[in-house]
């Protein structure tokens, strides 16, 4: 009941029809929910605040720079699951061409690796 698949194909709509259900007909419905809002983690916060600030120093072992964003963002199931504003986020901060941020910093010499992504409360 969470799964969900896109088919493209030049094939009539009930050939492709009659393909999913070859492959993927066998997989039980379980009727699983998503928990959400306070099922997730109660009434604790994601971050204990009383850490913060913190400094951390590490020797490198080896010559890598990597930028990492993560944001903690807000529930995106069930409301926005159609637009996916994450999606977007990571393909616009994570994208590797040209005049992408991380042709950019990795011009600048200050990175080798970027990752884009979220930091979700569902898991």
Not at 8 to 29: C, P, Q, T, W, Y
Request: aromatic residues 8%.
């Amino acid at each position: 009941n969470l799964m969900c698949v896109v088919v493209l194909g030049k094939e009539s709509l009930s050939d492709l029809e009659a393909m999913v259900r070859g492959h993927f007909g066998a997989i039980v419905n379980r009727d699983v929910r998503v928990p959400t809002g306070l099922e997730i983690g109660g009434d604790e916060p994601a971050f204990d605040i009383r850490s913060w600030p913190r400094f951390v120093r590490c020797l490198p072992v080896k010559d890598v720079r990597t930028a990492t964003f993560q944001f903690l963002l807000p529930q995106q199931y069930p409301m926005r699951w159609r637009t996916k504003p994450t999606s977007y986020m990571s393909f616009v901060l994570g994208h590797e061409g040209k005049g992408s941020l991380l042709s950019c910093l990795k011009a600048r010499g200050c990175v080798t690796d970027l990752m884009a992504g979220p930091a979700l409360d569902e898991g």
